[in-house]
């Protein structure tokens, strides 16, 4: 049971846009950064999104991030195959005293 | 653009240690705080703990699951990173990524904040807890 919820799965069409939510407590999200990373299968994670909203270089402006409360999202615009990937969301735990993730959202391009 | 690379995984019986180190190429590790994330086989991402900086007193933070059975160090002279673990269970069987920690700094009024985010990961080493 993580500490953070995502839905497990997601899927969209290509050119679509796919939000994924990442829903937290006041002691993680309701109060510290939250970012996003990209897992594609054998690969170690990449930075997609930081400070809720930023991208890294070299991330296309079809990835946003965005925060309200204590709940985050990711949205991907413009839906493309290499888009498929597992996407997780992280956040500091002020109570836990640690990084928490949430369980990881499957995301399938049809 | 800094590369990390993990090494020292293998295999190990229930109850054994083993150390994992995570040498830096390309830039210094020693602004940054550096943390050790896993995933068990088909599992998502755990946050196993983290070292701070030398100007925060090399402050070492643990999840709840390796408290008192790991422990990070790092020698800054070399750009490297170490994870000793000890007490192995089969439960720590995982890829182990040790992964950049990276800090924006945000003044609100007078106060001044840090905000960390995980940047720069390695490719990750396996680690299998087997009898």
């Known amino acids: 049971q993580s500490v953070l919820t995502q839905p497990p799965s997601a899927s969209g069409t290509p050119g679509q846009t796919v939000t994924i939510s990442c829903s937290g407590s006041?002691?993680?999200?309701?109060?510290?950064?939250v970012n996003w990373y990209q897992q594609v299968p054998g690969t170690a994670p990449k930075l997609l999104i930081y400070?809720?909203?930023q991208r890294p270089s070299g991330v296309p402006g079809r990835f946003s991030g965005s925060k309200s409360g204590t709940s985050a999202s990711l949205a991907i615009s413009g839906l493309q195959s290499e888009d498929e990937a597992v996407y997780y969301c992280?956040?500091?735990?002020?109570?836990?005293?640690?990084?928490?993730f949430g369980g990881g959202t499957k995301l399938t391009v049809l | 653009e800094v590369e990390l690379v993990e090494s020292g995984g293998g295999s190990v019986q229930p109850g054994g240690s083993l150390r994992l180190s995570c040498a830096a190429s390309?830039?210094?590790?020693?602004?940054?705080?550096v943390d050790w994330v896993r995933q068990a086989p088909g599992r998502g991402l755990e946050w196993v703990g983290r070292?701070?900086?030398?100007?925060?007193?090399?402050?070492?933070d643990y999840a709840a699951s390796v408290k008192g059975r790991f422990v990070i160090s790092r020698d800054d002279s070399q750009n490297s990173v170490t994870l000793q673990m000890k007490s192995l269970k089969v439960e720590d069987t995982a890829v182990y990524y040790c992964?950049?920690?990276?800090?924006?700094?945000?003044?609100?009024?007078?106060?001044?904040?840090?905000?960390?985010?995980?940047?720069?990961w390695g490719r990750g080493t396996p680690v299998t807890v087997s009898s």
């Open positions: 070292i701070s900086n030398k100007a925060h007193r090399y402050t070492r």
């Open positions: 992964v950049r920690e990276s800090r924006d700094p945000l003044w609100v009024g007078e106060l001044l904040y840090y905000l960390h985010y995980m940047d720069v």
């Open positions: 006041s002691s993680n999200t309701g109060r510290n950064i």
């Open positions: 992280t956040v500091w735990d002020d109570s836990l005293n640690g990084w928490v």
């Open positions: 390309g830039s210094s590790l020693s602004d940054h705080y």
């Open positions: 400070r809720d909203n």
